[in-house]
Nanobody
Framework: QVQLVESGGGSVQAGGSLRLSCAAS????????LGWFRQAPGKEREGVAA???????AYAGSVKGRFTISQDNAKNVLYLQMNSLEPEDTAMYYC?????????????????WGQGTQVTVSS
């Protein structure tokens, strides 16, 4: 059973930074794709960034250049470094694991979700 546990959310002023972490377990490293999605109130869940077992990454246009996805394979931890945060980045952020569709930031590729961690950016 794949388990994903996020941490690192919080409140920050615009221009600030946060780093989200996702402790992952129960999956075969070479077969899985991992990613971050977010959902703001009243909006659909959207893909933010994804990474595969080779280190290939994908980013949403709205976060490219500001967010960086990475993974510590030894610790099975996925990270999302978020810099230059904007109020529009306010959302619940979810860690996800699934198929190669994650590299297209497509929710249909998600097989497992974490419980989410809240990020709030004030202006």
């Amino acid at each position: 059973q794949v388990q994903l546990v996020e941490s690192g959310g919080g409140s920050v002023q615009a221009g600030g930074s946060l780093r989200l972490s996702c402790a992952a377990s129960g999956y075969t490293y070479s077969n899985y794709y991992l990613g971050w999605f977010r959902q703001a109130p009243g909006k659909e869940r959207e893909g933010v960034a994804a990474i595969d077992y080779l280190g290939i990454t994908a980013y949403a246009g709205s976060v490219k250049g500001r967010f960086t996805i990475s993974q510590d394979n030894a610790k099975n931890v996925l990270y999302l470094q978020m810099n230059s945060l904007e109020p529009e980045d306010t959302a619940m952020y979810y860690c996800a694991a699934g198929s190669d569709l994650l590299l297209q930031l497509d929710t249909r590729g998600v097989n497992y979700w974490g419980q989410g961690t809240q990020v709030t950016v004030s202006s």
